[in-house]
């Protein structure tokens, strides 16, 4: 059995000090890092979904890469909407982009569905491509399909307006292939699992502050942290769950 933690939505600021929604997200995201490190889970390798900074500065980025270091973390990541790949490739620099992570058997898949200036998901052609490139290698693996946006309606019109534009075209791609276990994504900080299209879809309550289920417009949450759990099995099935902080 493998295992997998998925961290998403940090919002760091600029410098450790920054308070967003009334929560540091430095302090909250070194506080799962903690609650990890006393769990089974302390070997995992981590799924960063987008989200690492709220304000896309390189200092988040610098901060991010020296408290993954000191960790001694294995780690994936893809951008958000609040991200800037370019500073990310730039200062994230011992972490550099994966397009895919091999587990045993299991191969996470990382795709950027955000484009500029905009909250709603969209993927374009060459991710639409390297997806299908990097399923085709893995066919007879089990395999989960990262983005940071949802593909799926959450019930909260505000956030579903956010949903992948183009999710028929994602769809196109990953109906091709038997094997894609999930997709996995952030964005939405709260916790979703439904099925799209047949797929099951998982997303996680973000390592800071969350949104409020099923609300209309934008609204905050008092649901504290939280992160997701993974327990992928050779036979190809999976176990997952949410862990918020006490
Ligand atoms: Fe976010």
Redesign the pocket.
Known sequence: MNRLIQI??L?FGENPSVVIKSINPVESFNAILDEIESSDFRDAPILLS??LS?CNNAGSYQMLNKMLLNRRKEIIWLP???DNLYEMNAHLTHYPRLSSLQLNDWSVITLNSSKAKSPVGFIDHQELLKLDRELSKVRSQFAIVAMHHCPASIGSDWLDGHRIENRNELFGVLSKYDNVVCILN??V?QKYEGIWRGIPVYASP?SCFQFKCKSKEFAISNEPPGYRWLHLFDDGTLETGIKYLA
């Open positions: 998403t939505d919002h987008g989200d709220g958000g909407n609040h952030g964005h900080h973000s």
